[in-house]
Each structure stands twice: as structure tokens, then as C-alpha cells.
């Protein structure tokens, strides 16, 4: 693969880089912060000699006017990118958000219309050379209304609806789609949480990840065991789910 990670800084989209160019895949880094983004490259390079020289642009999820010259300062490097790969996203609490309207527009623009724009500029290009994969990490908390994650929630549950009907139209045209819905997971995005049971690590959610992309999979829950999770509270009635803090 030739893939542009956005978010390949920290958390799950690092452990993601790292997988790929673990296995020769070139890897294009793209984030807002210039130092860690070079310090990221810088990683990827010492842990993985055989990778060439990992290349990285600025952008800024907040900041949709720069994703078209971050994309294609990306293509001129890779030769044409055949995966985009999007980890980066906004996670506020739900007290946090009812506190401050303004966190709630910049978290819901982010995780929602920026999001989907970027993945516009990215599916564009894809099938202009031809088709590749086009993988996002959005969340169990999109699944069903919930109590604690009602705005960032819902913010996610657009990117999945969204994720969803692009596989349906483009897989004949040879976009792999992938909508990754993790459940908990150990970063610095939960750092400050109550960690429940289930909680994953990041690097078993990078190989569930890339084992998706690898078999063209349109959708994974990982961990696995998140799948039946929600399964169940997927068909919880509402009168339990007002009583429930989950
Ligand atoms: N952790 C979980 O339990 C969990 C569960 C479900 C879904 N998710 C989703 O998984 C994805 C990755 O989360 P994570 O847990 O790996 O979080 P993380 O460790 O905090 O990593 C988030 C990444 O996004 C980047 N980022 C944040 N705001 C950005 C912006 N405005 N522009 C560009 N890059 C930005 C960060 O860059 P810097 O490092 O430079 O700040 C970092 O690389 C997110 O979409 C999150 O919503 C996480």
C-alpha cells in the first residue's frame, strides 16, 4: 500500500503507521503539529530502515481550505496514494460539551463535515487512479443515542451512515470502503476516563485494522467482543435505556 495516515501522530493511527510500514508499505504522515509530525516520521524510520524516507504535511482537521494541497503534496510524494487512512477526530465529554456550545460546534464540524470533506478529496483521488482503500475510525458511540456520549455520539453516527453508502455505491468501481468502530481503547483520547471492561490497546486495534483493509472488510468492531456489545444494546427499549448510565 501507499497509504496517507491522518492522525498517524499518536494513538491508533500511530500504531497504524507503524503496522504498515512494519511490512513495507509506504507511509505518508499528514497532522497538525510540524514537531510531532517529524518526530513521528523520525520513528517510523529508525524502527523500519527498510522504509523510505517517510514524508509528512501539515493539516488541520479544523482547517477543511488546506486538505486539497495536503492530499496532493501526499500524492507527489507516494506517486499517487492508493489508501487514505483518518484517525484524527475530536473527543470531549459529554459534561464538557454541555458546558460550552461553542466545543460542541468545533467537536461536531471536526467529526462530521470535515471529516466527510476530507474523505471526499481522498475518494476523489482514489478513483482517479483506479480505486484503493478508504479507512476510517469512527466509533461504537455512533451505534445508538446514549446518555454519555449524546454529542460526540451523534457526530460519529453521521460518519458511519456516511462510510456505509459510500461502500454501497463505489465498491464496484474498486473503493474499499472500511468503517472501524472501536469500542474503548487505551490513548491519550481516554486518558482521563474510567477505563471499562473491554478496553482495548492500540496496537491490537492497528492489526484488526489492517487485517480489515487487507481482506477489503466494510466494517469492524474492534475489540472483536465490542461487536456483541452492541448488538445487545442496539435492541436495549428506550424506557431501559433512559434508566441506564451506559
Ligand atoms: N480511544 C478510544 O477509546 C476510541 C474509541 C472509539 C473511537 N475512537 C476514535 O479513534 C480515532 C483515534 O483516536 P485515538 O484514541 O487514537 O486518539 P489520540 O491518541 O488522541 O490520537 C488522535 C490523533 O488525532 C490528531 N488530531 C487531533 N485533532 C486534530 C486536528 N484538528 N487536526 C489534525 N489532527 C488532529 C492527533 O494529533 P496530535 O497527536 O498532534 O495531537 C492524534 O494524532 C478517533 O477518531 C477517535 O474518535 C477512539
Known amino acids: ?25 509506504l507511509v505518508f504522515l499528514l497532522g497538525y503539529d510540524e514537531a510531532s509530525l517529524a518526530r513521528s516520521a523520525a520513528d517510523l524510520m529508525a524502527r523500519h530502515p527498510q522504509q523510505a524516507r517517510v514524508q509528512w504535511a501539515l493539516c ?7 486538505f486539497a494541497a495536503a492530499l496532493d503534496a501526499a500524492d507527489v510524494a507516494l506517486g499517487n496514494f492508493d ?7 475530536m473527543f470531549a465529554t459529554q459534561a464538557e460539551l454541555e458546558a460550552d456550545v461553542e466545543l460542541t460546534r468545533r467537536l461536531t464540524t471536526v467529526n462530521f463535515a470535515n471529516t466527510v470533506t476530507f474523505c471526499e478529496h481522498a475518494r476523489k483521488r482514489l478513483l482517479t487512479h483506479g480505486g484503493g482503500w478508504l479507512t476510517v475510525v469512527s466509533s461504537v458511540a455512533g451505534d445508538r443515542g446514549r446518555k454519555p456520549v449524546a454529542i460526540y455520539g451523534a457526530s460519529k453516527s453521521g460518519v458511519s451512515t456516511y462510510l456505509e453508502a459510500l461502500d ?11 468503517c472501524v468502530k472501536p469500542g474503548f481503547v487505551k490513548t491519550a483520547m481516554t486518558a482521563n476516563l474510567k477505563v471499562p471492561p473491554f478496553a482495548g490497546q492500540p496496537d491490537a486495534v492497528a ?40
Open 83 to 89: 489508501a487514505a487512512i483518518v484517525t484524527a477526530a
Open 168 to 178: 454501497h455505491k463505489f465498491r464496484a468501481a474498486g473503493l474499499w470502503v472500511l
Open 207 to 246: 492489526r484488526d485494522i489492517v487485517s480489515a483493509m487487507d481482506r477489503k472488510r466494510p466494517l469492524i468492531y474492534t475489540p472483536g467482543i465490542w461487536r456483541l456489545v452492541m448488538l445487545v444494546i442496539k435492541h436495549l427499549p428506550r424506557f431501559v435505556m433512559r434508566k441506564i448510565e451506559f
Open 60 to 66: 488541520d482537521m479544523e482547517s477543511p481550505s488546506g
Open 1 to 25: 500500500m501507499k497509504a496517507v495516515v491522518f492522525g498517524g501522530t499518536a494513538g491508533i493511527g500511530r500504531a497504524v503507521a507503524q503496522r504498515l510500514a512494519a511490512r513495507g508499505d
